[in-house]
């Protein structure tokens, strides 16, 4: 689907110049100081919707029954899940297919991005091991309960 980018003012001065482009095209109105708004008829969200839910559904199946080749398509997708140990890289296969479900059966993606922003981070963690060394030892509170920033 062609993705066509006007300024929320173009569509405040012209709404059916820009309405008229959603006949083939979805519409990205760009506002300044605020995240952007995407604009598509509802019935290809609809279909879009019921189609990635009917993949995610697909995708849990395969994670139950095949979790070797899930894993593997996984791994190749999210190439930073080498640097997970075993264990934990396990752990978010087994994680992954359950949040895409449980996202898709509230039709809001946005906890999944943030599922894998986490992963990825402790992904970064494991790939420097001195990093992840001094976050696994003790930790001295210091400064009325509060953290220090850390050095360096």
Same mark, same amino acid.
Do not use: C
């Given at each position: 689907?062609? /993705? *066509?980018?006007?300024?929320?003012?173009?569509?405040?001065?012209? @709404?059916?110049?820009? /309405?008229?482009?959603?006949?083939? #095209?979805? $519409? =990205?109105?760009?506002?300044?100081?605020?995240?952007?708004?995407?604009?598509?008829? %509802?019935?290809?969200?609809?279909?879009?919707?019921? %189609?990635? #839910?009917? *993949?995610?559904? $697909?995708?849990?199946?395969?994670?139950?029954?095949?979790?070797?080749? $899930?894993?593997?398509?996984? #791994?190749?997708?999210?190439? !930073?899940?080498?640097?997970? &140990?075993?264990?934990?890289?396990?752990?978010?296969?087994?994680?992954?297919?359950?949040?895409?479900?449980?996202?898709?059966? *509230? +039709?809001?993606?946005?906890? =999944?991005?943030?599922?894998?922003?986490? !992963?990825?981070?402790?992904?970064? $963690?494991?790939?420097?091991?001195?990093?992840?060394?001094?976050? %696994? +030892?003790?930790?001295?509170?210091?400064? +009325?309960?509060?953290? @220090?920033? &850390? #050095? +360096?």
């Amino acid at each position: 689907m062609q /993705v *066509i980018e006007r300024t929320f003012s173009e569509f405040l001065r012209h @709404p059916k110049e820009v /309405v008229a482009e959603l006949d083939n #095209s979805d $519409v =990205v109105l760009r506002r300044r100081s605020a995240p952007a708004l995407h604009l598509r008829h %509802a019935d290809r969200e609809n279909a879009r919707s019921e %189609a990635f #839910s009917g *993949i995610t559904r $697909v995708l849990r199946h395969l994670s139950l029954h095949y979790p070797a080749a $899930v894993g593997k398509s996984l #791994s190749e997708a999210y190439p !930073w899940t080498k640097y997970l &140990p075993d264990d934990e890289r396990e752990q978010f296969l087994e994680e992954f297919a359950q949040e895409l479900a449980a996202a898709a059966s *509230i +039709g809001d993606f946005k906890a =999944v991005a943030q599922f894998l922003h986490e !992963w990825k981070a402790t992904a970064e $963690v494991h790939a420097d091991p001195e990093l992840a060394r001094r976050l %696994a +030892g003790p930790h001295e509170i210091t400064h +009325g309960g509060r953290v @220090p920033r &850390p #050095s +360096g």
